[in-house]
């Protein structure tokens, strides 16, 4: 029992007492306060976690995380401005100076012209700063111009590159719009707010940098938990393990498609986002190492140590992100028993190749001053080098030898790379990428058999270009029902080239539990459902997300155009080709939808500018001579597949049209000339020698006619047109 001796520590008591009971009255029940969902939540900021958390408050208040962006501060600015100073590359001069209360960079805008620009904001801290300067609409803008504070010096993140205004990737277009490319993962709690129809941004966010909520969700309920002291229940704070953590730090870390712009710690990444994997194009290489600017999470996840059960925080301390260890010692945590550094390196601990990083995550540096490290964990392969110029980490280091003698040092320690699965997976992969047959097997297996389900999903993405072949397709559907949603997105991604007729199974994934599954078939099948089905309006809201992004209005127009509603997709795509001028698939989409609405006029002037815009593209003029062949003008359509042949001798279709607006216009020796060139480049392909067959019945050259019909059925047997006239022509010619 406790006993107060005094009246002072009587008052006391009952100052405790009142303290308690005052708090209690106003505190909301534990159902109001945690019951809520996250979005329903106030953000409270960083500054509030100081006063209870100050030691964690000082590491993070000085991490990459903190300082990801920020106003900007004379006393951190200054020396990049004061005193002036230039800096060329390639053909253009800019300036950086203070003038009067701010900073100034003169350099090259999108109008072609040296301008002033007054950065409001900074983005990044060491190695390299770059400036946001707002521009109308809402519209903020990224300088590639950066400051790198440890050389005191001015250069571009990209390079010698030279991008010109007119491109979507210069700096003051879309393509360095801090509002979707940047400001998600550099703020906390960021609403991009676009307005499609006004194309203006109302982007907010509720803290500058990344704060210590966008890493354990808003903090309304955690604080109001402390002032009740703990009376409510459990902390409601999100402390993150597992997957759950993965998910949370790669919403930032990843190169991915977001799908919504409402993530909140402790949801599932592909609830929200689709990561870029491996594929066909050259984002990765085939082996899983970075190429492009491809951050760290999907890496982690082709990796072993994920599917060990490997955490980001087994690594990093997570208020700072610095290394919980430095050299081996960090690896050696889990490897101790397993590994001896010297003897599995063949290199002394303290020299660079005695260090497991800089084998198995090699460095790549971006934007010419970050060096980062690949976290694929990935096993060096010198035969891949040698094979398909794939790099790996032994000539990184040796670069004054060949990946021949690298690989008879590995295979002399290791043995035979290519026999490892990881060597199984590359391969298949470069197969894949010429379009080798022999490519095939290899996938399946890949996507039934791999031990690590990532691959699984990167195999079936892959065999989108076998779905012809009844196997692949089978093995595609046989994986809508895998537990992993990454694979089950994948498995319908690979579906995405086949047209409108897809296996039985795919209609079940509109249902799917995870979004990235149903926003996948639904984009597929969209085509087949009613505009009142929740499904459609899911995947209306994600093209909506992304239409403010060239890609994005394509995909949104596209629906917009299978769903009859072309002029919505008209002004889409008019947009976004102001956004993107050189891309000639928009061009060409643009004229489809005027041609839906039955503006064929329109159709062929949208050609005809993107014609004068695209002086050496031969795709559009191959698309501007069927437009005028739709309208019945020969002239035009002949003129204009002339200069695409000019343009690209090896354009067959452009060649094959020539040649029939040729025999149309009664030119038959242009015609046949024309056709004969088709037959020259593709002799694989029956339609040409047909089209030379029907031209010579036409002009009375029955022989010549029947030598074309015979080269058809040679490589088309069953070819029924062919077969009918061959046999008319053999029974006429008797």
């Known amino acids: 029992?406790?006993?107060?001796?005094?009246?002072?520590?009587?008052?006391?008591?009952?100052?405790?007492?009142?303290?308690?009971?005052?708090?209690?009255?106003?505190?909301?029940?534990?159902?109001?306060?945690?019951?809520?969902?996250?979005?329903?939540?106030?953000?409270?900021?960083?500054?509030?976690?100081?006063?209870?958390?100050?030691?964690?408050?000082?590491?993070?208040?000085?991490?990459?995380?903190?300082?990801?962006?920020?106003?900007?501060?004379?006393?951190?600015?200054?020396?990049?401005?004061n005193p002036p100073r230039s800096v060329r590359i390639v053909d253009t001069t800019s300036e950086f100076f203070a003038s009067d209360d701010s900073y100034i960079i003169r350099t090259e805008g999108k109008e072609g012209t040296i301008e002033d620009f007054k950065p409001v904001r900074v983005l990044g801290e060491t190695p390299l700063?770059?400036?946001?300067?707002?521009?109308?609409?809402?519209?903020?803008?990224?300088?590639?111009?950066?400051?790198?504070?440890?050389?005191?010096?001015?250069?571009?993140?990209?390079?010698?590159?030279n991008r010109q205004p007119h491109e979507w990737g210069f700096w003051a277009n879309k393509g360095m719009t801090w509002n979707t490319m940047c400001a998600e993962c550099h703020n906390t709690r960021v609403k991009k707010n676009y307005d499609l129809e006004k194309d203006v941004y109302h982007t907010t966010m509720e803290e500058m940098g990344v704060g210590c909520e966008s890493c354990h969700g808003p903090g309304e309920a955690h604080v109001e938990w402390h002032r009740s002291f703990h009376l409510t229940g459990e902390d409601p704070l999100q402390t993150l393990e597992g997957k759950q953590l993965i998910d949370s730090c790669g919403r930032c870390h990843a190169r991915r498609a977001a799908l919504t712009e409402d993530f909140f710690p402790g949801d599932k990444f592909l609830d929200h986002y689709v990561p870029e994997l491996p594929n066909e194009t050259d984002i990765y290489y085939p082996d899983g190492q970075v190429l492009e600017e491809d951050y760290v999470y999907s890496s982690f996840l082709m990796s072993r140590m994920y599917h060990e059960g490997?955490?980001?925080?087994?690594?990093?301390?997570?208020?700072?992100?610095?290394?919980?260890?430095?050299?081996?010692?960090?690896?050696?945590?889990?490897?101790?028993?397993?590994?001896?550094?010297?003897?599995?390196?063949?290199?002394?601990?303290?020299?660079?190749?005695?260090?497991?990083?800089?084998?198995?995550?090699?460095?790549?540096?971006?934007?010419?001053?970050?060096?980062?490290?690949?976290?694929?964990?990935?096993?060096?392969?010198?035969?891949?080098?040698?094979e398909d110029g794939v790099p790996n980490a032994c000539n990184r280091c040796h670069d004054d030898q060949t990946p021949e003698w690298a690989l008879e040092a590995t295979e002399e320690w290791w043995g035979p790379v290519d026999q490892r699965i990881n060597g199984k997976r590359s391969r298949a992969i470069v197969a894949a990428r010429k379009n080798d047959p022999k490519a095939l097997q290899p996938l399946m297996d890949m996507a039934k058999e791999d031990p690590l389900e990532t691959w699984q999903a990167?195999?079936?993405?892959?065999?989108?270009?076998?779905?012809?072949?009844?196997?692949?397709?089978?093995?595609?559907?046989?994986?809508?029902?895998?537990?992993?949603?990454?694979?089950?997105?994948?498995?319908?991604?690979?579906?995405?080239?086949?047209?409108?007729?897809?296996?039985?199974?795919?209609?079940?994934?509109?249902?799917?539990?995870?979004?990235?599954?149903?926003?996948?078939?639904?984009?597929?099948?969209?085509?087949?459902?009613?505009?009142?089905?929740?499904?459609?309006?899911?995947?209306?809201?994600?093209?909506?997300?992304?239409?403010?992004?060239?890609?994005?209005?394509?995909?949104?127009?596209?629906?917009?155009?299978?769903?009859?509603?072309?002029?919505?997709?008209?002004?889409?795509?008019?947009?976004?080709?102001?956004?993107?001028?050189?891309?000639?698939?928009?061009?060409?989409?643009l004229a489809g939808s005027y041609s839906q609405v039955g503006r064929n006029n329109d159709a062929v002037a949208v050609m005809e500018k993107a014609r004068r815009n695209l002086a050496e593209s031969a795709q559009i003029r191959y698309s501007l001579g069927l437009a005028y062949a739709g309208t019945g003008d020969l002239p035009s359509a002949i003129e204009v597949l002339n200069e695409a042949t000019a343009i690209d001798p090896s354009f067959t279709r452009a060649w094959y049209n020539l040649g029939l607006a040729y025999h149309q216009s009664n030119q038959p020796e242009a015609?046949?000339?024309?056709?004969?060139?088709?037959?020259e480049l593709e002799p694989a392909n029956p339609d040409y020698p047909y089209a030379l067959a029907t031209v010579c019945r036409d002009l009375g050259r029955t022989e010549d006619a029947i030598h074309f019909l015979k080269m058809t059925l040679a490589t088309q047997p069953n070819h029924p047109q062919?077969?009918?006239?061959?046999?008319?022509?053999?029974?006429g010619s008797r």
Request: proline share 6%.
């Open 1 to 81: 029992m406790i006993r107060f001796s005094s009246s002072k520590s009587i008052i006391g008591l009952v100052l405790v007492a009142l303290t308690v009971l005052v708090s209690i009255m106003w505190i909301p029940s534990r159902n109001q306060i945690y019951s809520a969902e996250p979005h329903e939540l106030e953000y409270v900021g960083s500054e509030s976690c100081k006063e209870c958390h100050q030691e964690v408050f000082k590491e993070w208040a000085s991490s990459v995380h903190a300082q990801a962006e920020r106003p900007i501060d004379p006393e951190q600015e200054e020396p990049a401005f």
């Open 129 to 161: 700063r770059q400036f946001l300067i707002p521009e109308d609409r809402g519209y903020i803008q990224v300088s590639s111009l950066a400051f790198d504070p440890t050389t005191d010096e001015w250069f571009d993140v990209f390079g010698e590159e």
């Open 310 to 386: 490997v955490t980001c925080l087994d690594c990093h301390l997570p208020h700072s992100a610095k290394l919980k260890l430095e050299g081996n010692a960090l690896c050696l945590q889990c490897h101790a028993d397993k590994i001896n550094p010297t003897e599995h390196s063949h290199h002394k601990v303290d020299e660079p190749g005695g260090l497991c990083v800089n084998c198995h995550m090699p460095t790549t540096i971006y934007m010419q001053r970050q060096p980062r490290r690949d976290h694929g964990f990935t096993i060096p392969d010198p035969k891949l080098t040698i």
């Open 458 to 589: 990167i195999g079936v993405s892959l065999l989108k270009g076998w779905m012809d072949d009844p196997q692949a397709l089978l093995a595609a559907a046989s994986l809508f029902d895998h537990p992993n949603p990454l694979v089950r997105t994948m498995a319908v991604d690979s579906l995405s080239l086949m047209g409108n007729t897809f296996p039985a199974g795919l209609q079940k994934l509109l249902n799917d539990p995870v979004r990235s599954v149903r926003l996948r078939a639904a984009w597929l099948l969209h085509q087949q459902l009613e505009d009142n089905e929740p499904v459609i309006e899911e995947l209306l809201e994600f093209l909506r997300l992304s239409a403010d992004q060239p890609t994005g209005a394509l995909q949104l127009a596209t629906v917009y155009r299978q769903r009859d509603r072309g002029n919505e997709a008209i002004q889409v795509l008019n947009r976004a080709i102001e956004w993107s001028p050189d891309s000639e698939i928009l061009w060409e989409a």
């Open 671 to 679: 015609a046949l000339a024309a056709l004969q060139k088709t037959v």
């Open 722 to 731: 062919a077969g009918q006239l061959l046999q008319m022509l053999m029974s």
